[in-house]
């Protein structure tokens, strides 16, 4: 399909792993992102892998891509009450951002 | 990164009335892109803002519903015209980052609300 799909909701523990899972459909993207959407705010960049590489870590965050599957995984390690927020993956064609459906994360205390 | 500022933060309007959305960024970009988001849902591109032309819009969306400016390289306007309820959204721009095309960076969002 067209959508780039995300699963409409995580919850976990203080201090547990996250992990939310993006499918996205256009295999020349070259890059993806993952941005974050706290209540009432904008969209905050928070890392982003070139197609040509499996992972990437910035410190608490783990991004993996599976390209022959077109799926994306962020794993937020050590979650805390500060990640609660909507996530969304995003691809690229040609110049324009396709954002995915977003995945709410609610983290438990 | 760039810092994006947005007017309003949000309002309510009435049907049938118009309502203007400044971007404002903090360093020269080419392009801005202007957002909808409407609620519970993801973003979705209403057009591209090059400065010196007409904005293109994407599938969905047309000039005369959403007209756009771009008068120079720091600043673009939304125009949100004969608003109805279905409008009532949050609308977003984004710029490209600086020397880095392949980051997009967003304002905080105008919340729209049309009674």
């Known amino acids: 399909g067209e959508d780039v799909e995300q699963s409409l909701f995580l919850s976990v523990r203080e201090g547990d792993s996250s992990v939310i899972n993006c499918t996205y459909t256009d295999s020349s993207s070259t890059y993806l992102y993952w941005y974050k959407q706290e209540p009432g705010a904008g969209l905050q960049l928070l890392t982003y892998?070139?197609?040509?590489?499996d992972m990437k870590q910035d410190q608490r965050l783990t991004v993996l891509l599976n390209k022959k599957d077109k799926h994306l995984s962020l794993r937020i390690a050590d979650t805390q009450t500060g990640d609660s927020a909507i996530y969304f993956c995003?691809?690229?064609?040609?110049?324009?951002?396709?954002f995915g459906t977003g995945t709410r994360l609610k983290v438990l205390a | 990164s760039a810092v994006i500022s947005q007017k309003p933060s949000r309002d309510i309007c009435q049907r049938g009335t118009s309502l203007t959305i400044q971007c404002q960024v903090d360093?020269?970009?080419?392009?801005m892109f202007w957002y909808r988001q409407q609620p519970g849902q993801s973003l979705t591109l209403i057009a591209t803002?090059?400065?010196?032309?007409?904005?293109?819009?994407e599938s969905g969306f047309v000039i005369d519903k959403f007209p756009i400016s771009r008068p120079n390289l720091t600043f673009s306007t939304l125009t949100v015209s004969n608003m109805s309820p279905e409008d009532s959204s949050i609308y977003l721009c984004s710029v490209e980052g600086q020397g880095t095309s392949y980051e997009q960076y967003f304002g905080p969002g105008t919340r729209l609300t049309v009674t």
């Open positions: 803002a090059n400065q010196g032309s007409e904005a293109t819009y």
């Open positions: 360093s020269q970009v080419t392009m």
């Open positions: 995003a691809e690229t064609r040609s110049y324009k951002y396709i």
């Open positions: 892998i070139f197609s040509n590489m």
